[in-house]
Every structure is written in C-alpha cells, then in structure tokens.
C-alpha cells in the first residue's frame, strides 16, 4: 500500500499561506459623481463657441463674436478663438461671470410689446424683454433672433443654444409669417416686385409668400419668409416708398399667438419643443 504523499502539492500550501492583499485606500480621492463624469466626457473636444452656447449664453454665432471681441476668459486667460476645443476641466467665464451647463432647458414664448428691446440689456436703459420676465422665469435665458424696437408678435427665448442656432439659421428655411400695415395702399404691380425679390443694399430679399389681407383696401399684407436679415420686412416696404406703420410677428415655427395677450409669456408645452426641434431639423 503506497504511503500518502505528506507533502502537499507545488503552490497550495504557498496559497493557504498567503496574506491577502490590502485593499487599496481610495477614501483620500474626491469621489467623482456619475453625473459629473458624463457631464466632463459630453463638453470634451467640444468648440467653445457650441460650449457657450450649450451653456445657454446665447447662440453659436453670438457667442463666436463674444470669444472674438475679448469677452471670454478660459483657465483665467484671454481666448479669441472661438474653435479652441474644450478640455474636461476648462473654466470659462463671459464678461467676469463664470459660465456652466444648464441642466433644465427652457423655452419660452413671448408675445412681443412695443417700445421694448429684443436684448438681454440696454445701455440707454430702455425696457427690454428681460424686464418682462424679472423674477418669473430663474433660469437664464436670451431671446433667438430679434425683433426691432417698434416690431409686436411671436419670440422665443431659451437657454437651448443648439436649437437657437438652428431655428435662425436661413438653412433650415424655419418658416416666420408678419402681418403688415402699410401707410398707404399696396398696389398689385408692386405686389408682383415683392414676390420676385427686391434689391437691397446687402442682397436681393426673396420672400417665400406674400399676399393682401382680406377686406383691407390693400393695405395690410400677410408676408412670409425665412431669411433673417436685420429689418428685413421694413426695408422691403421701404425700398418701393412705403412707410411700414405697424408689424406684428403671427408665426414662428409652427408657433401662434393663440390665448397668448401682448405683453404676456408662457412655457412652451412638451410636445411644442418637439415640433420646433422638427422644424429645425434638430
């Protein structure tokens, strides 16, 4: 009968032996929260024109022009490039305030008084449409597009850069209709100038669609078009020798004026946000 081997086997003993190893302390590094680890892998390589703008500072286009004229600060130095690629740290602030990602998107639509200032601010200290919305909407918000001091209707404010951008850009061809009074009777051979373009100092205007507005002796106009050239609509009028007395924005990307009284603002409903991220091909 053959003795049992009283050694033990190569590596088992070794094994029985063996202290396990110290788990390693990691109670001294700032835990990272997964929020804030996507957060840092989604504005990675990002341009700090979009980061500004997904920031909801203002839109792409606006916020190249900031980062140009000196505006923005990243890392506490001066950045005039507005195609730097962001880094998962970078620190940027526009105008001395520090700038981040908004969490909560808002949207609201406004319909438009006169006499008061499509911008965040007026130097002159004239009401703007930030004045309307003072304590009643907390997030920050900026107006998309503009509409001129004397011009009423449909605006929309957000901190959605992205969508900003898009829903002015001509490319996307987002659909705006203005209703028009004119100080005197339009008459149809200049109708027929209109629907053929006009040509302004900066370019001949095309507007999608114009027509008389029923039972008003030719002097008020439905007119729609996507292009945003700055007083595009006045200046059309102008060109022929009519003077514009009263515009009013009726439509913007789907959006009416319906149950919203001049001077008044609400929040875009879900599905509504839906139809303008469609229409901006979003």
Known sequence: ?????????????????????????????????????????????????????????????????????????????????????????????????????????????????????????????????????????????????????????????????????KLTHPSHGVKKIYHVQLDRSLPHADLEKIRKGIELEDGIAMVDGVDYVEGTKHMELGVEIHIGKNRIVRRIFEKLGYSVERLDRVYFGGLTKKDLPRGFFRKLTEREVIMLKHFSGK
């Open 1 to 165: 009968m053959k003795k049992e081997n009283s050694k033990p086997a190569k590596g088992k003993s070794a094994d029985r032996k063996r202290k396990p190893a110290p788990k390693a302390d990691f109670s001294s590094r700032p835990k990272k929260k997964p929020e804030d680890a996507e957060k840092s892998e989604s504005i990675e390589g990002m341009r700090l024109n979009k980061y500004i703008a997904y920031c909801g500072v203002c839109s792409r286009r606006q916020a190249a022009d900031l980062v140009k004229s000196g505006a923005v600060i990243v890392n506490g130095k001066e950045m005039l490039e507005p195609f730097y690629q962001m880094k998962a740290n970078d620190l940027v602030s526009v105008k001395g305030k520090p700038v981040k990602p908004e969490s909560n998107k808002v949207y609201v639509l406004m319909n438009k008084p006169k006499n008061v200032i499509t911008t965040a601010k007026d130097e002159r200290g004239r009401k703007t449409v930030m004045d309307l919305l003072a304590g009643k909407i907390h997030e920050r918000v900026f107006p998309v597009g503009r509409l001129d001091r004397d011009t009423t209707g449909l605006l929309l404010l957000t901190n959605d850069g992205e969508l900003a951008e």
